[in-house]
C-alpha cells in the first residue's frame, strides 16, 4: 500500500542538512537525522507537536512527521497523490498545498474546501498532479503556520527537468518565534508599532539635518508628521519576535548544501514564513532566475532577489571555486537574517555580509510622486466605466484600466491612506534594494516559459483595493474585513483581470487559491504566471484569471497576521447560468 | 431545505453544468483563437470540479470552522503613569490608568487618574463607550465621578479622543454634572524617541470648570493646568520606568482658593515612576 521511502543520510555537527539529489533525484536526497524526504504517490502525515529549542528556550511547535519544516514530499507530474492527514492536535488542523491546481474540497481551507481535520480525526486528500517545479504546503488554520506546519513540495518534470542540474536543494525561509502567536496578534492591535526597532531617532534627526539641512528635514519630517505614519514601517513583526531559519536551521547552525566545483546548483528558495520578507543573496555567485511560484521562466541572471511570503524561486549557480559561499537572507527591515552555507566540504564557512541599512520608505512609496517610475494620470471621473465595488461590472479593455477609482466601501475608519497617483511599473526592486550597486530582480524580469494559459484577452476588469490602517492593525480588501464582505463570483470559463491598487504603505503579497495569476505589464502583456503576487506600497498592477476551477476558493494577503485581520475574501467560481447554488459566506444576508 | 438534499442536487448539476461550460470554452477557443495554442495552454489541466462542495453556514459557524475572527474583542489595561511624586506636602503616589475591552470600531473603556497622599485618596474614574468615528478620531461618551477630600461629583462626559497631525495624542472631554455644573478637560502627549528605548515624554493637562465648587477647591474658569516631562527606557515595550518633572499651576478662583489654604499656586515636582500595560 503506501510506498514511502524515508531515506536519512549526512548529518553534519549542529546543521540539519536538507539536501535533495544529484543525478538521480532517488539516491542522493538526504537530510539530517531530523528531516525527511517522502516520495512516492501515498503519503501518511501526522499533524502534532514537538518540542524545539531554535533560541536557548524549549518552546512547543506544531509539525507534521515530528518536524520543522515538515517532510518535503516529491511528487511526479502526472501522478495521482493520495495524502492521509491525521491530526493529533488538540485543535482543529489543515494542510492547504499551496500554489496546487487542484478539486476545491482538496484544497485545505476550513470553511471553503472542507470541514478541517477535527482533533484526533484525518482527512484524505486525493488529486491528480498536472503541473511541476517547486511549491510547499501549510497550515490554513489560526496560527498553526507560525507555529510550524510548513513544508516543501518538489514536483518532477515529466521528461526531466528544463534546466538540468547536478545539484538540487530546496531552501526554505521561515520565521520561528518563541512567543505565542495570539500574544503577537493581540499585541499588535493594541501597539501595532511594538516590534519595530528601527524607528527614527533624535540621533536621526541631527543626522539628517547635516546630510540635508535643516528645512528639508523640518519638510520632511512634517510630511510623515501630517500623515501620521512611520516611514520605518516595513515588517509588522521583525527580528524581535523571530529567529529566521533556512530549512529549519538557525543562522548558527548555518545550514549547508554540497557541491563540487563546477557543478550547477539549483536552489528552490521558499519563503515559508508568516510574517516576513527576504532580500536573497549569495556574494561571490550570480544567481539564475529560473522558475517563480513553480513556473519556468526565461532564465535572468542577478546579484539578489527578494521573496515575499508564500512565493518560491528557483535559481541555478555556479561555484567555481573550491570554497564556501555564503546564502544570506536578509528580512526586508534589516533586523535580522537567515543564513546557509553552500560549501565543498562540510564545517566550512565563508564571511557573512552586514545588514544592510534599514530601508525608509518614501514619499513616492506612499503615492505622492514616484522614485522614478512613471505614474498613471491624475484621476478624471468622467472617463470612469467601471465600478469595482461591483465584481460584475463589465469592463472588456485590452490593457488594464488606468483610472483610479476608490470605491464607497473605504470610506471607514479602518483605512488611513489612499492612493491616487499610483506607480504602474514592474521594474522597482521596492524599498531597500533601489540603486544597492546590485543587480535586483523585479517581476519586469520575469517572463513565463511558454506563454500563458489563455490568450483570450480578459473579458471583464475587477478593481480591489489594498487597505488598513498601521495603527489599529485593521487590513482588508476596499476597506471590508472579511467579516464585512461579500464572496467575489467569478463565472466558470471566463478569462478576467484583477487590478490591485495598493492604498498601503505595507508590501503584501496576495494569493488566489485554486487558479493562477497571470500577472501583466502596465500594457496588459503576458508577463509572469505566478501564485503569489507582491504589490509593493502605492502599487498598482493587474492580472488575469481563467476561472476554470468550480468552487469557494480563498483569496487574501499571506502575511499570515494581516489575513487573520480581515484581509481575506472568498472567491466563488460558479457556472455561467449560476445554478449550482451552494451557498457561501454572506449569501444568505 | 435541509444541507442533506441540497448536497447530492448540487452535485448533479456541478457535472452537468460543467460538461456545457467546458464545452463552450472549447468552442470560443476555436472561434477566436485558430491558431496553435501556447505550450502553456496545452499544458495547464483545469481542475476537476469538487466532489464534495462546501453547504450553506452562518458567518458564525465559518469563523468558528475557519478559525478566523476579524470581529473578535481585545482587551488592554494600561497604566502610562503609576509614579511617585515629590510635593511640598510630601510624598504622592499618582495614577493614571485605563483599561479597555472592545473591537475594531467599539470599545468599553475605564479611566481612571488620581492620587494617594498620606491615606487619603482623591481622583476620578470614567466609565465610556469609545466608537471610531474616522480615521484618527473616536468619540467618547458615558460617566465620570470625581472622588477625595471634598464632596464627591458626578458627571456625564462626552469628547473625542485621537491623534492629532504630527502624532500628538488628544483627548478633549466636556463634563456635565448636578446642580449646573460644568467642566472640560483637555490633554495632549508626545513621543520622542531619543534611542529605540529611551523615550521623552512631554505631556500637557488643563482642566476648566463653569462654576465654583469651593468645597473641592474649584474656582470657576480656567482652573489647572499641568505640565509633564518623563523620559522613560522601554526595558519591554510594556514596563518602562521612567523619571521626569511636572509642573503645575492653578489659576483664578482655584488658585485663590490655594492660597486662602497656605498652598503654592504653582509647583515644580520630581517624579519616578512605571509604564506598564499588558
Not at chain 1, 536552489?267 to 529560473?290: A, E, T, W, Y
Amino acid at each position: 500500500m503506501p510506498q514511502l521511502s524515508r531515506r536519512s543520510f549526512l548529518q553534519a555537527a549542529g546543521a540539519g542538512l536538507f539536501v535533495l539529489g544529484a543525478h538521480r533525484a532517488s539516491d542522493v536526497w538526504a537530510q539530517s537525522q531530523t528531516q525527511t524526504v517522502l516520495t512516492g504517490s501515498h503519503f501518511d502525515l501526522q499533524i502534532g507537536e514537538a518540542s524545539f529549542n531554535f533560541t536557548g528556550h524549549k518552546r512547543i511547535g506544531t509539525v507534521v512527521n515530528g518536524q520543522i519544516p515538515g517532510p518535503l514530499l516529491r511528487w511526479r507530474e502526472g501522478d495521482t497523490v493520495t495524502l492521509r492527514v491525521s491530526n493529533r492536535l488538540a485543535a482543529r488542523s489543515s494542510i492547504h498545498w499551496h500554489g496546487m491546481i487542484l478539486p476545491a474540497d482538496m484544497d485545505g481551507v476550513p470553511g471553503l474546501s472542507f470541514a478541517g481535520i477535527p482533533s484526533g480525526g484525518e482527512y484524505l486528500y486525493r488529486f491528480k498532479v498536472n503541473q511541476h517545479g517547486t511549491y510547499w504546503y501549510h497550515a490554513h488554520s489560526r496560527f498553526q503556520e507560525q507555529t510550524g506546519l510548513y513544508g516543501p513540495i518538489v514536483i518532477e518534470r515529466r521528461g526531466g527537468e528544463r534546466f538540468p542540474t547536478e545539484r538540487d536543494y530546496v531552501v526554505m525561509l521561515s520565521d520561528w518565534t518563541d512567543l505565542d502567536p495570539e500574544r503577537i496578534f493581540s499585541v499588535l492591535k493594541k501597539h501595532s508599532d511594538y516590534y519595530n526597532f528601527g524607528r527614527r531617532t533624535a540621533g536621526d534627526f541631527f543626522a539628517d539635518v547635516r546630510k540635508n539641512g535643516l528645512g528639508q528635514t523640518l519638510a520632511d519630517r512634517r510630511m510623515w508628521g501630517e500623515m501620521r505614519m512611520n516611514p520605518t514601517d516595513t515588517l509588522d513583526v521583525s527580528g524581535y519576535a523571530y529567529t529566521y531559519l533556512m530549512n529549519g536551521v538557525t543562522p548558527t547552525g548555518n545550514w549547508t548544501g554540497l557541491f563540487s566545483r563546477g557543478e550547477k546548483v539549483r536552489l528552490r528558495f521558499i519563503n515559508g514564513s508568516s510574517m516576513s520578507f527576504f532580500d536573497v543573496r549569495i556574494p561571490g555567485l550570480k544567481l539564475s532566475v529560473v522558475a517563480t511560484d513553480g513556473v519556468d521562466v526565461e532564465p535572468v541572471s542577478v546579484d539578489e532577489f527578494r521573496i515575499g511570503a508564500a512565493e518560491t524561486y528557483d535559481v541555478i549557480v555556479e561555484p567555481k571555486d573550491d570554497r564556501a559561499y555564503t546564502i544570506f537572507a536578509q528580512a526586508m527591515d534589516r533586523s535580522g537574517y537567515a543564513r546557509g552555507t553552500l560549501a565543498p566540504s562540510l564545517g566550512l564557512e565563508a564571511e557573512i555580509p552586514p545588514l544592510d541599512p534599514r530601508p525608509l520608505l518614501t514619499m513616492g512609496d506612499m503615492g505622492h510622486g514616484g522614485h522614478g517610475a512613471s505614474s498613471s494620470a491624475p484621476m478624471d471621473h468622467s472617463q470612469m466605466n467601471h465600478a469595482p465595488a461591483n465584481p460584475h461590472a463589465g469592463h472588456g479593455a485590452a490593457a488594464p484600466s488606468t483610472t483610479i477609482e476608490h470605491p464607497p466601501t473605504e470610506q471607514t475608519p479602518l483605512l488611513d491612506m489612499q492612493v491616487d497617483r499610483p506607480n504602474l511599473e514592474l521594474d522597482d526592486p521596492g524599498i531597500g534594494l533601489r540603486n544597492n550597486g546590485r543587480r535586483v530582480l523585479t517581476y519586469a524580469d520575469l517572463r513565463t516559459i511558454g506563454g500563458s494559459i489563455d490568450r483570450r484577452p480578459p473579458g471583464r476588469e475587477i478593481q480591489l483595493h489594498l487597505t488598513g490602517h498601521m495603527e489599529r492593525f485593521v487590513w482588508s480588501f476596499n476597506g471590508q474585513k472579511f467579516s464585512e464582505a461579500k464572496p467575489l463570483k467569478f463565472q466558470l470559463g471566463e478569462r478576467l483581470r484583477i487590478t490591485l491598487v495598493n492604498d498601503s504603505m505595507m508590501t503584501h503579497p496576495i494569493h488566489l487559491h485554486g487558479m493562477w495569476s497571470e500577472l501583466e505589464d502596465a500594457s496588459g502583456n503576458f508577463q509572469v504566471r505566478k501564485h503569489t503576487v507582491n504589490v509593493q506600497p502605492a502599487q498598482k498592477l493587474s492580472y488575469a484569471v481563467t476561472a476554470d476551477a468550480l468552487g469557494r476558493w480563498a483569496y487574501h494577503c499571506h502575511l499570515l497576521y494581516h489575513m487573520e485581520a480581515g484581509m481575506f475574501r472568498e472567491v466563488h467560481v460558479e457556472p455561467a447560468d449560476g445554478m449550482a447554488h451552494h451557498g457561501g459566506h454572506g449569501d444568505h444576508s | 431545505m435541509s444541507a442533506l438534499i441540497k448536497l447530492p442536487l448540487a452535485l448533479a448539476l456541478f457535472g452537468s453544468v460543467v460538461t456545457t461550460a467546458a464545452a463552450q470554452e472549447e468552442h470560443q477557443h476555436h472561434e477566436h483563437h485558430s491558431e496553435e495554442r501556447t505550450q502553456s495552454e496545452r499544458a495547464h489541466v483545469p481542475p476537476e470540479p469538487p466532489q464534495h462542495p462546501m453547504g450553506d453556514m452562518s458567518e458564525e459557524e465559518m469563523a468558528e470552522m475557519m478559525d478566523m475572527d476579524d470581529t473578535a474583542p481585545f482587551g488592554m489595561v494600561a497604566f502610562d503613569q503609576l509614579e511617585w511624586r515629590d510635593t511640598d506636602a510630601g510624598d504622592v503616589l499618582f495614577w493614571d490608568g485605563r483599561a479597555w475591552f472592545g473591537n475594531d470600531y467599539n470599545k468599553a473603556l475605564l479611566k481612571t487618574e488620581g492620587e494617594r497622599s498620606d491615606a487619603d485618596y482623591e481622583g476620578s474614574a470614567e466609565l465610556l463607550w469609545d466608537r471610531v468615528i474616522s480615521r484618527w478620531w473616536s468619540l467618547q461618551g458615558g460617566v465620570a465621578h470625581d472622588f477625595g477630600e471634598g464632596p464627591s461629583r458626578t458627571w456625564a462626559t462626552f469628547g473625542v479622543q485621537g491623534l492629532a497631525p504630527y502624532w500628538f495624542e488628544v483627548e478633549a472631554l466636556a463634563y456635565v454634572g448636578e446642580e449646573g455644573r460644568t467642566a472640560a478637560n483637555f490633554s495632549a502627549e508626545y513621543e520622542m524617541f531619543l534611542t529605540q528605548r529611551w523615550i521623552l515624554q512631554p505631556k500637557v493637562e488643563v482642566k476648566i470648570y463653569g462654576r465654583d465648587d469651593p468645597a473641592n477647591g474649584i474656582g470657576s474658569g480656567f482652573s489647572d493646568a499641568e505640565l509633564g516631562l518623563r523620559l522613560r527606557y522601554e526595558i519591554r515595550r510594556e514596563f518602562a520606568p521612567y523619571f521626569g518633572a511636572v509642573w503645575s499651576r492653578k489659576f483664578g478662583g482655584t488658585a485663590d482658593l490655594a492660597r486662602e489654604h497656605g498652598d503654592d499656586t504653582d509647583e515644580l515636582q520630581f517624579v519616578a515612576g512605571l509604564r506598564v500595560w499588558f
